[in-house]
């Protein structure tokens, strides 16, 4: 298995610019999100995802878009990147989503987006 | 609003060492904590959870404790090695939702 794999790893992006940085997993698993990590602020909770065609809004949604149209893949779409995007982006993955049966999360490796 | 914070400042110390880190929340209860080890450009990977009725949890060199009087979750690492050089990251799940929430990680440097 692969696990969570996300591309790409870096990108720079305009100011204005849109653009869809790719998650997708082998691992069969429902739950799916979005993180971003910037210094001092730590992980912040993007987008998620409790199974095909299902998705919800996280901590920090604006300006970005998710769609869930299989189990495998979770995309995330900056429609008009701005430069407060810029951070390093995470997804992340689950068999269900977190609750009582304490379900840990996959991490991809990440990407690292610059936006000008 | 719900916060989970960690200690900002590094920690160093000398290899042998035990490290402790330190994870607080306010103003709510998680059900329980779960601690991450993430390296410089990878993603965080899952180590330890404790409950809110657990007191300790231990795995090899690790231990983690959950304090629920002092809002307050410990991890320890004994016997220290270089190897251990990483960011520590919290997390606590938000009851009845489907969010686990993070916080900034506090990073740790083992010299040998």
């Known amino acids: 298995n692969a696990g969570v794999t996300q591309t790409p790893k870096f990108q720079v992006l305009k100011t204005g610019q849109s653009m869809t940085l790719q998650c997708a997993q082998d691992m069969n698993h429902e739950y799916m999100s979005w993180y971003r990590q910037d210094p001092g602020m730590g992980l912040r909770l993007i987008h998620y995802s409790v199974g095909a065609g299902i998705t919800d809004q996280g901590e920090v949604p604006n300006g970005y878009n998710v769609s869930r149209s299989t189990t495998e893949d979770f995309p995330l779409r900056l429609l008009s990147a701005a430069p407060s995007q810029t951070s390093v982006y995470f997804c992340?993955?689950?068999?269900?989503?977190?609750?009582?049966?304490?379900?840990?999360?996959?991490f991809g490796s990440g990407t690292q987006l610059s936006v000008l | 609003s719900q916060k989970i914070e960690q200690n900002s400042e590094a920690l160093n110390i000398q290899e042998g060492k035990t490290a402790t880190l330190t994870c607080n929340y306010t103003?709510?209860?998680?059900?329980?904590l779960q601690w991450y080890r993430q390296d410089p450009g990878r993603g965080p990977v899952f180590l330890l959870l404790?409950?809110?009725?657990?007191k300790e949890k231990r795995k090899e060199r690790l231990k983690v404790t959950f304090d629920t009087t002092l809002k307050q979750s410990l991890f320890h690492i004994t016997a220290s090695q270089p190897a251990d050089s990483a960011t520590y990251l919290c997390a606590a799940w938000m009851d009845s939702s489907y969010k686990l929430i993070f916080g900034s990680g506090t990073r740790l440097l083992v010299r040998p």
């Open positions: 404790i409950r809110e009725n657990e």
């Open positions: 103003n709510y209860s998680p059900a329980y």
């Open positions: 992340a993955s689950s068999p269900r989503p977190p609750g009582p049966l304490n379900e840990k999360l996959f």
